[in-house]
């Protein structure tokens, strides 16, 4: 069973930034792909980046230029690096893993993916 751990949430003022972890364990093949979805109060779900094994990543345009996506694999962690924070930018931060293709973190039937507990990001001044 994927387990993951996100942390590094918080409250920082627009502009600022932010960089979440995600431990990933407890899986006997790598993930297909990993990701960060966020979901805004009285909003849906929305993708933000994505990162293959193979390394491939992308992100959202609504965070295009201001979002970074990385891994350690020695470490097994997933890293979002978030510059220029906004306030629309506030919402609970969830990592997400894949176990097969396609890459369901940007959009597509999330029903297969494996999630962490969230880590809250709120952006005010």
């Known amino acids: 069973q994927v387990r993951l751990v996100e942390s590094g949430g918080g409250s920082v003022q627009p502009g600022g930034s932010l960089r979440l972890s995600c431990e990933v364990s407890?899986?006997?093949?790598?993930?297909?792909?990993m990701g960060w979805v966020r979901q805004a109060p009285g909003k849906g779900r929305e993708g933000v980046a994505r990162?293959?094994?193979?390394?491939?990543?992308l992100t959202a345009d609504s965070v295009k230029d201001r979002f970074t996506i990385t891994q350690d694999l020695a470490k097994n962690l997933l890293y979002l690096q978030m510059d220029n924070l906004r306030s629309d930018d506030s919402a609970m931060y969830y990592c997400?893993?894949?176990?097969?293709?396609?890459?369901?973190?940007?959009?597509?039937?999330?029903?297969?993916?494996?999630w962490g507990q969230g880590t809250q990001v709120t952006v005010s001044s």
């Open positions: 997400t893993a894949v176990p097969q293709a396609p890459c369901t973190v940007l959009g597509g039937d999330m029903s297969r993916n494996y």
């Open positions: 407890g899986y006997t093949k790598r993930p297909y792909c």
């Open positions: 990162l293959t094994a193979a390394g491939s990543w």
